[in-house]
T-cell receptor, first 113, second 112 residues
Framework: NAGVTQTPKFQVLKTGQSMTLQCAQD?????MSWYRQDPGMGLRLIHY???????DQGEVPNGYNVSRSTTEDFPLRLLSAAPSQTSVYFC????????????FGSGTQLSVL | GNSVTQMEGPVTLSEEAFLTINCTYT??????LFWYVQYPGEGLQLLLK?????DKGSNKGFEATYRKETTSFHLEKGSVQVSDSAVYFC???????????FGKGTMLLVSP
């Protein structure tokens, strides 16, 4: 049982490059979300989805795009990377039942030079 | 909007000392409250949760009580171990969306 799988684990980009952070879950969860973790800032919500075809912005969405074409996958796209996007990114999923916990992936450490 | 405030760290303790990490929140309604833990180099793991007022969540010797009157969810442990060294996050869930609002995290360092 893989749970929530994020790839890659590490990535270095140059300013202006684009890339996609992958997130997949095998628990048939409807709810998925992306967070970034920065020192002294905790985790902040970037984008979230309440089901296939439905996405919305979180607290810090600028510079990121998402789509949800399947229940399993929720990729996060950086169209033109900036040094301010250097961070650790976590994907999470949940079945959405009241009081249910979120399951987190192991994270992607991204550096933008 | 929702917000979570937790005490800043690092909190430095000797083994077997008593631990308290303060957490207060602002929210619409009565969301479930969580404590997550992040060990060095790892992702987040749920430590405990409470779903309604006066609920006490507990796990691995850690406890936290959902206090509606003080809007608090303080984490406590009676005797910490070196293996408890980690970053602890208090969080609340946005009902109906399954997204979390986190505090900034508190690093705990326990020395032998």
């Amino acid at each position: 049982n893989a749970g929530v799988t994020q790839t890659p684990k590490f990535q270095v980009l140059k300013t202006g490059q684009s890339m996609t952070l992958q997130c997949a879950q095998d628990m048939n969860h409807e709810y998925m979300s992306w967070y970034r973790q920065d020192p002294g800032m905790g985790l902040r919500l970037i984008h979230y989805s309440v089901g296939a075809g439905i996405t919305d912005q979180g607290e810090v969405p600028n510079g990121y795009n998402v789509s949800r074409s399947t229940t399993e996958d929720f990729p996060l796209r950086l169209l033109s990377a900036a040094p301010s996007q250097t961070s650790v990114y976590f994907c999470a999923s949940s079945g959405g039942r009241p009081n249910e916990k979120l399951f987190f992936g192991s994270g992607t450490q991204l550096s933008v030079l | 909007g929702n917000s979570v405030t937790q005490m800043e760290g690092p909190v430095t303790l000797s083994e077997e000392a008593f631990l308290t990490i303060n957490c207060t929140y602002t929210a619409t309604g009565y969301p479930s409250l969580f404590w997550y833990v992040q060990y060095p180099g790892e992702g987040l793991q749920l430590l405990l949760k409470a779903t309604k007022a006066d609920d006490k969540g507990s796990n691995k010797g850690f406890e936290a009580t959902y206090r509606k009157e003080t809007t608090s969810f303080h984490l406590e442990k009676g005797s910490v171990q070196v293996s408890d060294s980690a970053v602890y996050f208090c969080a609340l869930v946005r009902l109906g969306y399954s997204t979390l609002t986190f505090g900034k995290g508190t690093m705990l360092l326990v020395s032998p």
